[in-house]
């Protein structure tokens, strides 16, 4: 299929996905002034080109953690990944692995670990959330181990479940209760229902041994039963001395807790503010990647994610100071939009705009764009 761009994706996706699951997606917490602040802080910052260089060859190769991927950007971790479309978790991590790039596996997936790492062996990631039963986190990490994965993203910026106002107004529920407004949007997709129904709702499937949901829940209940709001620096210190692989935090937005992590032995941060799911009033990644920079020095990995809707600004975000950029939304846009094929042809479609980007300001490889850093900020650093 032949996709223009990921703005495109998102109205067809709405209309091809019930109410509901659409809103899971799309929403944030809040008022969502946040989503629309980290798309706008992409959007607004500019690059200086270079001109008379010759750029006919291009590469966006990228080193991070010990191996080169084949571009500088890899997948978030999504929960209810097949809720989007049946199987789309094995899509998005099989496309990835064709591709050369990383693919990261959410705990709150409907696929399981050891199948993710089958399906992309070398190129899956695995997030992991605390739960409140520490037997129970040591268990997720040993088979995350024995399954091969050696990149661990901490996810730290759901210390609460968050108020996600569309969610909570149409009474969001996993799996999910037919009532007769949700049985009219089955009704009335009737595509995305027959697959999904044929296909078996959605489960947690890597977390349900240790917490079976007894009944239907609203997925802010579920996260509140099963979020550590206690788990703090004591605990990660913990983690690091039991994970032997490469252990990232994922939702770091301030300096000092960047260059903590850093010095407890992290191996990365992923700067990200969870697309603004969780604090409507986070600045924006990309307003604070430069900071953050600063207080890391220039060798510590820093991937950035939210907002990130187009290869030029996975651009942006490495002439910012990034050495990785992760794509959410993006991805379940094309799948929604398209069926689990797409999951490819969004890939390709960052990666020509990346390149095009890359070559249009004058540069040819991902180092030199890197030590370059040509953006310009077109608003005030404080308006993040
Ligand atoms: C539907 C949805 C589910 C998500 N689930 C998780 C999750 O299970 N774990 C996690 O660390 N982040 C999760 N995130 C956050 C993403 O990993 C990523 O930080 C965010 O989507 C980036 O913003 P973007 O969507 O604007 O690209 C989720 C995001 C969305 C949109």
Redesign the pocket.
Known sequence: MNIACVSDLRPRAKRRLPKFVFD??DGGAGSEAGVRR?ERAFDELTLKPRALVNIETRELKTSLFGRDWAAPFGI?????GNLIWPRAEEAIAGAAAASGIPYTL???ANTTLERIAEIAPGNAWF?L?VSKRDEDVADIVERAERAGYDVLLL?VDVPLAARRLRDIRNNFMVPFKITPRVALELLTHPRWSLQTLAAGVPRFVNVEKYAPMVSRQSIAAYLTSEIRGRFDWDDLKKLRERWRGKLVV?GLMAAQDCARTRAMGCDGVVV?N??G?QLDSAPATIDVLPEIRAAVGPEFPLII????RSGEHVIKALAAGANFV?????M?YAVAAHGPAAAKDLIELLIDEASRCLGQIGYTDVPSLRSASPVMRTRPRSSG
């Open positions: 899971y997606l980290n978030a971790p999504i929960g209810l959410s705990t709150a997030q959330y996810t994922k990200s969870h697309g799911r994610d939210s907002g990130v992760l794509v959410g939304r993006a379940m």
